[in-house]
């Protein structure tokens, strides 16, 4: 199968610091020493494929394309669960079969997924990142063999979730919330029930007070919850998972 152009690969995991994103850079630097790396995000939720599902196509969204994403949220390995390559519009992603990846598919206009049959002869129970998807990777880049066999994508694990996600899923490093909700035009300003309050929407955070809650547009697309200048998680006691909603009108 012809192979478009890769110029990039962009890690998205949920290791956070430590020693495991560094293993994975090393092989593929090794491997790949001319392709660039990115570090997309490695603070996701640990353990938790249906929160950074919603994510991966928001911030997808304004990356260029040609970047293959090598996508590791995997409470599952060493078990049974697939792992997937996809073809997503101009992009390539590799990952578990656990919803990860569900998500984008659903969103992309012209989509083809596979299961990866070849494994490395060598390789851990407990470190797929690095023993599985980093080799495969390398070698979708160099265009050898996968062993892929076509896989319809309503079959898929997650291939049944809904398109949006009334859940938060991400606390940046401020203490904003991200959502899992695609945020409405923005002549449209409901208020947004969260707990027992309904916070109104803000086109950015210097049109409130200091110390107001409010929800706005994020540069993802996605509907956000801020105080300015103070932290949402704490001042709403509000955490990744936690659902949200609904809109109410004024």
Known sequence: MDIPAIRRIALFTDFGEGLYVGQMRARLGASLPAMPLIDLVHDLPAFRPDLAAYLLPALVRDM????????????????????????????????????????LVGRATTVSVWRIGWQPVRMSASFHGRDWFVPA????????DLAMTSLAPTLMVGSDWPGELANLLYVDRFGNLISGLNAPPLDRRPLLQVGSQRLPRLRTFCEGAPGQAFWYENAFGLVEIAVNQDRADRMLGLGPGDPIGPFVNK
């Open 64 to 103: 260029p394309g040609g970047t293959l994403y090598l996508c590791v949220v995997d409470p599952g390995v060493g078990g049974t669960r697939a792992a997937l390559a996809v073809q997503a519009d101009a992009d390539w992603f590799l990952g578990p079969d656990n919803g990860l990846l569900a998500p």
């Open 137 to 144: 990777a390398v070698r979708l880049c160099l265009g050898e």
